[in-house]
């Protein structure tokens, strides 16, 4: 039932699908970071195992500061780097429909969790992207200027 983590794999997907498989485990008296920390051993393969099996003794002293190292280790900052590039420069391509490029919007957002931008934001730059024909659409269907709504509303 664990999932398996090798390096091929996205790790913010990996700890997600972790935490969603430890989340219907129960073990009386086990705090749930305690059994995240048994099982994950057993979840990394070839080089992530052999990265956590040559830590520094006692480096590791709770769920978090894994969490932390891990993706140190397999989510650098310039992944990061680059994704917040790519979800700044959004833009509608190849006349797709609003909801498609909305759909492909949130998938880059949810390969970057720690993009550390605002809704507000975040829908300016769907908006700003979008084509000039989508954009009047939208304008449209807020009965009015979009940028002008709240972000909740937005």
């Given at each position: 039932m664990l999932?398996?983590?090798?390096?091929?794999?996205?790790?913010?997907?990996f700890l997600r699908e972790f935490k969603d498989v430890c989340s219907v485990m129960h073990f009386p008296n086990i705090h749930i970071d305690v059994m995240r920390m048994k099982l994950i051993p057993f979840t990394l393969k070839d080089s992530a195992k052999r990265w956590m099996y040559g830590m520094t003794a006692n480096s590791v002293t709770s769920w978090n500061d894994f969490v932390r190292l891990f993706l140190r280790k397999y989510f650098p900052n310039a992944?990061?780097?680059?994704?917040k590039t790519e979800i700044n420069q959004f833009v509608q391509i190849d006349r797709k429909s609003f909801w498609k490029y909305f759909d492909m919007f949130k998938n880059l957002l949810a390969q970057?969790?720690?993009h550390s931008?605002?809704?507000?934001?975040?829908?300016q730059i769907v908006y700003e992207?979008?084509?000039q024909q989508t954009k009047t659409m939208v304008d449209s269907m807020c009965?009015?200027?979009?940028?002008?709504?709240?972000a909740t509303t937005a």
């Open positions: 999932p398996k983590f090798t390096s091929l794999v996205d790790a913010y997907s992944k990061t780097v680059k994704l970057c969790p720690d931008l605002d809704q507000a934001c975040l829908y992207g979008l084509d009965q009015g200027d979009f940028l002008s709504k709240s």
